[in-house]
């Protein structure tokens, strides 16, 4: 059965840190990996999509890697911004229309 | 707009009440999932449906009913709840249903107290 661990569960740091989030899988047999904002109260944004085949993934200051053969992958943030402030989660693609998610890093930026 | 609309934001309901929840889709996707996020817990898969049929109920009790009257549109009925369905319940879509690999959209959700 897949499991999806996302560490630290929670983050503070000052405005303009750079930052990484980390998700780990149990099985590397996956279709794709996205990454998810969410605000509080709200529903999920997505912010990334990497497929199998892929390394990583670019949009403005998010990056995020891929490697499958260790289960894992990170979310790194640039010069972070207090409009950074959510929780990320992070989900598997496991088969026919499956995504299996982890339970979230929460981020605050402190100006 | 957002791509996909949920209705409605915030539902109280007594455990005897019938009520449901509705999800509207604008992004021309043909598959359609119900989620449930409780606190402290990764979302849970409840229900996909693809082209219009259901493809997986992945364990959820049947005072949970869903209902798919076409692409754009996802039900969920809900009846003679229990205090610990208490929740936010989520919509998603994506693109093709036969991809293993497409992106999912969500909506904002629906948050359900059950008192």
């Known amino acids: 059965k897949q499991e999806v661990t996302q560490i630290p569960a929670a983050l503070s740091v000052p405005e303009g840190e750079n930052l990484v989030l980390n998700c780990s899988f149990t099985?590397?047999?996956?279709?794709?990996l996205q990454w998810f904002r969410q605000d509080p109260g709200k529903g999920l944004t997505s912010l990334l999509l990497?497929?199998?085949?892929?390394r990583e993934q670019t949009s403005g200051r998010l990056n995020a890697s891929l490697d499958k053969s260790s289960g894992r992958s990170t979310l790194y943030i640039a010069a972070s911004q207090p409009g950074d402030s959510a929780t990320y989660l992070c989900?598997?693609?496991?088969?026919?229309?499956?995504?299996?998610f982890g339970t979230g890093t929460r981020l605050l930026v402190s100006p | 707009e957002t791509g996909v609309t949920q209705t409605p934001r915030h539902l109280v309901m007594g455990m005897t009440n019938k009520k449901s929840l509705k999800c509207e889709q604008h992004?021309?996707?043909?598959?359609m999932y119900w989620y449930k996020q409780s606190a402290k817990k990764p979302l849970e898969l409840m229900f996909v449906?693809?082209?219009?049929?259901?493809?997986e109920n992945n364990s959820v009790p049947s005072r949970f009913s869903p209902e798919c009257p076409n692409s754009s549109h996802l039900f969920l009925h809900l009846h003679t709840l229990q205090p610990e369905d208490s929740a936010l319940y989520l919509c998603?879509?994506?693109?093709?249903?036969?991809?293993?690999?497409?992106?999912?959209?969500f909506g904002e959700g629906s948050r359900l107290t059950v008192l």
């Open positions: 449906y693809s082209l219009e049929e259901r493809v």
């Open positions: 990497i497929q199998s085949s892929q």
């Open positions: 989900a598997v693609g496991t088969g026919f229309q499956k995504l299996v």
């Open positions: 099985d590397s047999a996956i279709y794709n």
């Open positions: 992004l021309g996707h043909n598959a």
């Open positions: 998603a879509s994506k693109g093709w249903a036969g991809a293993h690999t497409g992106e999912l959209f």
